[in-house]
């Protein structure tokens, strides 16, 4: 072999020993820190279930304050808790995916724009000093402008009262639609009512609420320059506490009767 072939040779020798040095490093740092970044998502979305509900205090730390709070996996449909599925190892984004956990969506079966419905989702409830209900917070969802949008909205324990809503992943413009985190608005959702009788009254306006309005206890005023987004979160917010979401589990819940 010439001696520029030998050179070369070497060149793509030490090139290939890099690669696989680099990628053996990258790889073994993707898997050493896959638990680490697995525990901080969940950690967030426990502070964010705590923040839905109004009961996160930032002095105090996250687990501690989750251990008053108590998952539950429900059946949708029957609006009943199931037994034998462990709320830890459950998955709802993944159920949500999987055909034979969920169902497809289409139309106007689909406001929120999810695609498929999972059969079986979680709920957090939050009990008071003697056992009784206190807050139940439910994971919701739907397509904003450009992004599903996932949050939590707590609801007090007449399951009609908010007391809170917030998203902890969306990719919605910021100071535009991605004013949905913006504690102000927050502000606006605690105490609004969901239901007038068995109706979802609860709507997000386009614009503010008119002074005086006879509904007012169930208009949010929705966010200016961001009608869009607003529309998304009107629509997801009375999707999940419509029948095919929550309300067969908030029904229960109001007439006491959850087993
Ligand atoms: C770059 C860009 C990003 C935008 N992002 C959002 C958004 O996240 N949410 C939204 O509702 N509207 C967004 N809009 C504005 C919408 O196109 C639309 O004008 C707006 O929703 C209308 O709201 P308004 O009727 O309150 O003005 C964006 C517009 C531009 C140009």
Known sequence: MSASGEGL??????????????????????????PAQQANKTLDLKRNILMAAGLLDPALSVEEQFEQVETRVVNLDQGRFV??????????????????????LAGAED???????????LVYLVRDAVGDLDKIILPIRGYGLWST??????????GNTVAGLGF??????PGLGGEIDNPNW???????????????????????VPAGSADEQWQVDGLSGATLTTKGVDKLVRYWLGEQGFQPLLENLRQGDLS
């Open 111 to 121: 406001p929120a724009k999810l695609v498929r419905r999972e059969d079986q989702a």
């Open 149 to 158: 949008m996932y949050g939590f909205m707590a609801l007090e324990s007449d």
């Open 186 to 208: 927050k502000a606006i959702w605690p105490g609004k009512l969901v239901y007038q009788g068995n109706e979802v009254a609860i709507q997000v306006l386009k614009g503010s």
């Open 83 to 104: 037994e034998g599925v462990d709320p830890a190892q459950f998955d709802q984004r993944e159920a949500a995916k999987d055909p034979a956990r969920s169902r497809a």
């Open 9 to 34: 040779g070497r060149i793509l020798t030490v090139a290939l020993g890099l690669c696989l040095v680099c990628s053996m490093v990258v790889s073994t740092a993707a898997v050493v820190l896959k």
């Open 168 to 173: 902890y992943e969306h990719g919605e413009t």
